[in-house]
């Protein structure tokens, strides 16, 4: 063969080769980012709230390049509870999480998200906090879901992410970055050291954010929130005479103030660890075949209603930030589509995976939305769930408090299984601060009984037996 002539075969190899090689990488499957934060309630972020009391630049940047949920809500507004809806996509009465309990369940019928995507050919790493009801420590990737997991502080989790996302940036993956912080606001109302980063003094409370505007409790509030509330301020700290929760019947605007600033110092905290993994993606060339979903397992109290950590149905403690960002396929903007994190986020990524969704699942997938391309179908409500345990009785005992939200578009319904008043309606249109509970008022009869009629839907849909 002339060299001419095997130059030219060579050339004509080459570009087969790179065509093959483009179009794979076209056809591969995306990687799949899932960023959580710890008790950051939805509005904590500065692409909503603006830069004068928080900024969080790169939570922003996905807003920026995605789609931000602005009515999203958590399955159940505690740690454990949501986090385990989140990975298995089931409501907490059915996989059997209603406290901070990790004992194990059954894996078979509550496979999570890493064993699903493994299962399906992706990579899959797990980096921060854990508090799931699977094996972790010296457990198989089998075992755990992961191939790869690491538990630190929040400061030292980027590092090993950063290293599982370059080692295997040829072939899928699925990482999960679980981040403690803003979480260390439990510390700070305990006057503790914060273990995931130091934020300094606060300032003068005239400089730091106002107090919330709803920081008194509602009109006509139920009872059986009253005894909650009642119920807290006896609560101790793991046996000790050291009260469990800020000192909410002491403090007043200015120490809200000051715990409001703290807690956003704490927000950004966890913002500057994100930045260190969404420049990885940007210097490694993956950002356009990376999806990123962040949200949080619940959020905080800050004050609103006197109130602080979580457990409550308040908008603070119970709706959560979510947004999808894929680079350059994402519509850019917002949805007030109903999302229900613990159920929504399987789903979701199973759609994108190309993977199957375990059954029993209820939840959508949100990537129609955030691509632009409809709504998956009509939504009228999305469920929440609570179990108060933690806070004792005037006898010592604990309270054992359950309760079930419903919200629909404009309207929250409570009912708790206590207490002479049991229900609450709130306006959410009129009334965001729920600073009245309409479920006495005569004028709104009509809607408390379309709620309770959902209410009954959703117990017979999902099998809940609450108040059966």
């Known amino acids: 063969m002339k060299r001419r002539d095997f130059l030219a075969e060579l050339g004509v190899a080459t570009v087969a080769t790179l065509s093959r090689r483009l179009q794979a990488a076209s056809t591969r499957r995306p990687n799949i980012l899932l960023i959580t934060t710890d008790q950051q309630f939805a509005d904590a972020m500065s692409c909503v709230m603006g830069r004068e009391y928080i900024n969080t630049p790169n939570i922003d940047s996905l807003a920026a390049s995605g789609t931000l ?4 809500y958590c399955a159940n507004p505690l740690c454990v509870p949501n986090r385990t809806s989140i990975f298995t996509g089931r409501y907490p009465h059915e996989h059997g999480k209603q406290i901070n309990s990790t ?24 980096f921060g906090k854990w508090h799931l009801p699977y094996p972790f420590k010296r457990s198989t990737a089998r075992q ?14 980027a590092a090993p992410t950063i290293e599982f996302v370059k080692k295997n940036k040829d072939r899928p993956f699925f990482v999960v970055f679980s981040l403690m912080n803003p979480h260390n606001i439990c510390q700070y ?9 130091d934020i300094g003094e606060a300032p003068a409370a005239r400089e730091c954010p106002p107090a919330p505007a709803n920081l008194e409790k509602a009109r006509n509030q139920s009872d059986a929130l009253e005894s909650v509330w009642q119920a807290r301020l006896r609560a101790k700290y793991k046996n000790t005479e050291k009260r469990m929760f800020a000192p909410l019947e002491l403090w007043g605007p200015d120490d809200w103030r000051k715990y409001r600033w703290a807690y956003y110092r704490m927000v950004e905290l966890a913002d500057k660890e994100i930045g260190k993994v969404l420049l990885t993606l940007r210097r490694e060339g993956l950002e356009k075949n990376t999806v990123v979903i962040f949200t949080s397992d619940h959020g905080d109290g800050i004050g609103a209603h006197r109130w602080s950590q979580k457990n409550m149905f308040y908008d603070e403690t119970a709706r959560i930030p979510f947004i999808i ?10 949805s007030d589509y109903l999302v229900n994190n613990g159920l929504d986020i399987m789903p979701t990524i199973c759609d994108y995976a190309g993977a199957k969704v375990p059954p029993g699942c209820k939840g959508v997938s949100l990537r129609g939305i955030a691509e632009g391309k409809g709504i998956p179908e009509k939504r009228e409500y999305v469920a929440c769930s609570t179990h108060f345990v933690q806070d004792l009785r005037a006898d010592g005992e604990p309270i054992d408090l359950q309760g079930r939200m419903i919200r629909t578009a404009d309207y929250k319904y409570y009912v708790f299984d206590q207490g002479e008043q049991p229900e609450m309606l709130i306006d959410m249109k009129n009334d965001p601060g729920e600073m009245e509970n309409l479920a006495g008022n005569p004028d709104y009869e009509e809607v408390l009984s379309e709620h309770r009629k959902m209410f009954a839907e959703y117990k017979k849909e999902s099998g809940d037996s609450f108040l059966s």
């Open 103 to 126: 004992k194990a369940i059954n894996a078979d019928e509550f496979p999570n998200i890493g064993m699903v995507l493994r299962k399906a050919g992706y990579a899959t790493g797990y």
């Open 144 to 157: 755990s879901g992961y191939d790869q997991t690491f538990d630190a502080l929040d400061y030292k989790i």
């Open 69 to 72: 949920f602005t009515k999203a």
């Open 189 to 197: 109302g305990r006057s503790q050291p914060l273990p995931d980063g």
């Open 325 to 334: 960002s894929h680079k350059a396929a994402t519509k850019i903007g917002r």
